[in-house]
């Protein structure tokens, strides 16, 4: 991925192709016997990930955020398909051990939000909010100064607040 999005073209389409079976298994776990739906969701995942390749963190796991958006076009299938199905989080590919599905959504709602900021503030919030590192660790990871961390944080979360109260004010209209 990192190769990729340094600009190598043959790094970013093996990835794709990587990706792309790592996703049919995934996906090929989660919907038995849907085998239609399987290929249109390996396809909206590739498309989301070459969407999102800006919000990959290389500090990170590329996996971990590979199957958190695999994870969130799961649950878009399902509420297209209206179905309310558990999602299954016991295999070793997945990261928590959360079992329970408003744990699952809310933390694809906070990837969702997230993916509304700006890089620099993403980056900066994750690192420090959700990753558990000072400003200092935070800074060294993204290569941004402390006072740019800090900055980062104010206004990506003041960005969220916003955005979350709008959200709120427009269900009660």
């Known amino acids: 991925m990192v190769a990729g999005m340094a600009g190598d073209a043959h790094a970013y389409h093996a990835l794709l192709l990587l990706c792309a079976a790592r996703l049919r298994s995934y996906f090929r776990r989660r919907l038995p016997g849907h085998g239609d739906d399987l290929e249109d969701l390996v396809q909206e995942t590739l498309m989301a990930v070459h969407a999102k ?3 990959y963190l290389p500090s990170l796991p590329f ?13 878009d299938h399902y509420r297209r398909e ?3 199905a558990a999602l299954p989080l016991d295999d070793e590919n997945d990261l ?4 329970n599905e408003e744990v699952l959504l ?12 700006t890089p620099k503030q993403d980056a900066a919030i994750r690192l420090t909010r959700l990753g558990g590192f000072s400003v200092r660790e935070a800074a060294e990871i993204s ?3 402390e006072p740019a961390i800090k900055v980062n944080v104010h206004r990506g ?3 969220l607040i916003a955005k979350i109260h709008r959200k709120d004010q427009d269900a009660d209209r």
Do not use: P
Request: glycine residues 10%.
């Open 157 to 159: 979360l003041g960005r």
């Open 96 to 99: 928590g051990t959360e079992t």
């Open 63 to 75: 996996t971990a955020w590979l199957h958190g958006i695999a994870r969130y076009r799961l649950i």
């Open 82 to 84: 209206e179905r309310r």
């Open 143 to 145: 290569g941004q100064s």
């Open 53 to 55: 390749r800006a919000s």
């Open 106 to 117: 809310a933390e694809l709602e906070v990837e969702r939000l997230l993916a509304q900021l």
